[in-house]
């Protein structure tokens, strides 16, 4: 009643480690201080030296620099940007190399940092970087010297990064990379049979952004028959070390985005193949994995070396990396395809207008609007996630590591980093989890005890007490996950079984209510606080219960910060209260008319007030607000009979 159903979609970068070049000392980081412009400015300078190797030592000096926030704006106001870019066509290929290193590591300091990268006409200079180098290395032969195709691998990497990096923060990036037609080049370095892996994983990262929700690459892709067969034989491709696994997961990805432009009868076949790799990604057993990388640690840390990470903790990092991207792919493939979305993952219209008006100069008309995913289509997506097993695998991504693992990596920076990444596919496997729930057919998923159990365990796993072990978490991202997920537990649960939920967790759930500073989080409280009240209210005796849920939500509503919060929290009462005798008792006894007739008017002003800020949370808030007046007309007239 009055609520707007949101589905989480996730996006992810899901780069190991953004560094384009070797590194210096880490150390060279703390320098910038007081007199950050005395040690930035003499190597700005070597950039326009006429000596190549002053060139080339000023791109590997900055390089780390560039990473710093605090040295940035010192950076971008001294023009690095444009003579880093005219640098992408040096004479020298070691200057080029360093050039697109540094503006690699540039480029990952968000979208505005983008937009100014675009804007200084960089994405010219690097599409003839990237042709250049692409024919140089299909005009290289076996007599050529192995270092020189080692550069130019590396030329190629750094250049499918930078164009990774532009296209995923700057539309304007993303149009250009549609009209120069670059995806057939992408293609081409997606060969690991020839090429070296780390090259082969940056074609694959690029041509997955590229593709997301970019019809004019999604069309070109899913349309020709070769790019077609290229994908089948990168996810073939034969190996098991951690880079084809992330390989094979990012190239499900690829043909996750173009799945809707495939031919009818390679849907069902594509959906198979995309979730079988999924599976196979979940299956790996990394938090094992992560014990064994203590060893390497403790060895790494006594040889002094602070710039590069050892083997295996790369190896493990790059295996969260697959799993991660393969649960923000299974998530997405349980999200409902409808306009629901459209407010927190931007105006897909415009993406769709600005396509076809490149379709109109290029072919003198209107392609049609990209196709709806249809009925047998999702039913297609069901019955593979069914059939792989992936409900069961994304719960166990949900639970924490062993307490060994946290106590053992917590004590190195390497370590530490491992378990945010593990905290990163934790946080996803919830979310994933959250959307089956939501979309597929939960008898086929979880019967009504299962659902009961898992509604336990994801209480334990919110409060952090599981039997296994394990920190509790208490950052934004998880608890809002987690809630989500319980959320459609609750939701998915038939009226009267919410006897799962004992009377501590009610009142765990109202202190979370009040206590959080997350409004994502309250949000969630507040309708699992609704669902459980509505159910409670048809089953008595349960007085007490739907006393303290009925003040509770009362409380959000008349004075909760967030308007999204106080439309949920509406919205609860609304249907808690909107039917059955005992429900009326308890409304009697919490003053409830008398409360939600001093709501309006305050909540009236504040929409007013707040309008411009409220988003997609707009229809939640409108529709709260309608409802409150005839709910309240709805108590008057019930109160009089």
Known sequence: MGKVKTRKRTRGRHRVKPTGLESVADASKEQLGVDAADHM?????????PSA???????????????HP????????????KRLGSMLVDES??????????????????HRICADVVEEDVMSSLVVFFRQSMDKMQSSTSADCQSLKTQLYSMIEQALHLLWNLSEGSPIAMDIFNRQNLVPLVLQCLCPLLYPMSMVVAAAQCLYSVSEDNPHVSRQIAKSAEALQVLKESLRCPGTTPNHLLLHVVTAGVLFNINRYLPIAAKAESMHAITQVLSSALDVDVQAQMKDVVPALTAHKSEFESDKEPEKVMEVKTILTAQQLALEILANLCCSDDSSDDGEWGDTDDAVSSEEELETEENGGIEDIPPSVSADSAADSAAAVVTQSLPEKAL????????????????????????????????????????????????VLYSGDALSNLWCLLFQLAAGNTSGGGPARADEEFLEAITGAMRSVLQRLKDGRVQCVSSEQIEQLCSVCHSSGFSSVRA?????????????????????????IGTTLLSAASGDCDLWVVAEALDAIFDMFGDGDQAMIIANKISL????????????KRIRSDKKHLGSRMPVVD?????????????????QT
Do not use: W
């Open 70 to 81: 605090r040295a940035m704006p010192l950076l971008m106001k001294h023009g690095i940007v």
């Open 593 to 604: 008319l008398q409360t939600l007739e001093q709501i309006k008017p305050t909540l009236r």
């Open 396 to 443: 166990s991504r949900c639970k924490f590591a062993d307490p060994a693992v946290y106590q053992l990596l917590g004590g190195h920076r390497a370590g530490k980093h491992l378990l945010a990444k593990l905290n990163t596919v934790q946080s996803r496997a919830l979310v994933a989890l959250h959307n089956m729930l939501s979309c597929l057919n939960t008898e």
């Open 623 to 639: 529709m709260a607000r309608d409802n409150l007046h005839r709910f309240i007309r709805y108590l008057k007239k019930e109160g």
């Open 524 to 548: 969630n409280v507040v309708g699992m606080l609704g669902i459980i009240g509505t159910a409670m209210s048809q089953h008595p005796p349960s007085a007490d219960g739907l006393t303290v």
């Open 93 to 110: 290929d070691a200057v080029r190399l360093g050039a697109a290193g540094c503006l690699r590591n540039l480029t990952i300091g968000g």
């Open 41 to 49: 400015l003499p190597l700005l300078e070597k950039l326009c030296s």
């Open 53 to 67: 190797d002053s060139r080339e030592c000023g791109c590997a000096c900055l390089a780390n620099q560039v990473l």
